[in-house]
């Protein structure tokens, strides 16, 4: 039983849920003074390590980041 009406305006608009969460957080952070938008910004930075196995074993790991330059 599926409706046309009220459809939410990120969906109508060819988004995801995710996609205009993170277009509003980007605004937001945008939007505040320093020294905050320099905190908000350092908290967006993502880091994680990758580890190969190989014959069961981990490894040396590989560290990554979702920033440029880092």
Not at 9 to 20: E, K, P, V
Not at 29 to 42: H, V
Request: charged share 20%; net charge positive.
């Amino acid at each position: 039983m599926a409706s046309t009406a009220a459809v939410p305006f990120w969906r109508a608009a060819g988004m995801t849920y995710i996609t205009y969460s993170n277009i509003c957080a980007n605004l937001v952070r945008n939007c505040l003074k320093e020294p905050l938008k320099a905190e908000a910004l350092n908290r967006e930075k993502v880091h994680f390590s990758l580890s190969k196995w190989a014959g069961g074993k981990p490894e040396k790991p590989i560290l990554r980041s979702d920033t440029p330059g880092v």
